[in-house]
């Protein structure tokens, strides 16, 4: 496909990026995305609700993908790991909600069409 043939395809959404755009890592990356510190391993699995080998898995296409930064270490005895979104990370999650809110808009706008009166919301909750 051209270029003059990918701009008359408003829906395309190219910038959905498929690295980003599966459920567990969404969840992921808006975890940390709220904490710009960064998250232990721990407190992700908890609030992602991911099995450990999930986490791994997700975090490792994450980081391999630069997008997250994964730091091991120890506290005390114990094993510790940190993760954080990267600069790039974050620049690209942003990227990539606001072709979601792009996304989100065409369809409400597009439902809109049978319901004028109807938000965005409302149309896609229907």
Known sequence: MSKNEVSHAPFSYD??????HEKAR???LTSLMAHPKGLA?????QLCGLTD????????????AGLVEVTKGYEGNRPHTTCRLTKTGRRRFLDYLAVLERLVRDAAKAAGAQDASASPLHILRA
């Open 26 to 28: 969404l969840g992921l």
């Open 15 to 20: 910038g959905l990026d498929r690295v980003m």
């Open 53 to 64: 080998g999930n986490l791994s898995r997700h975090l490792q296409v994450l980081q391999e």
């Open 41 to 45: 391993f721990a407190d992700i699995k």
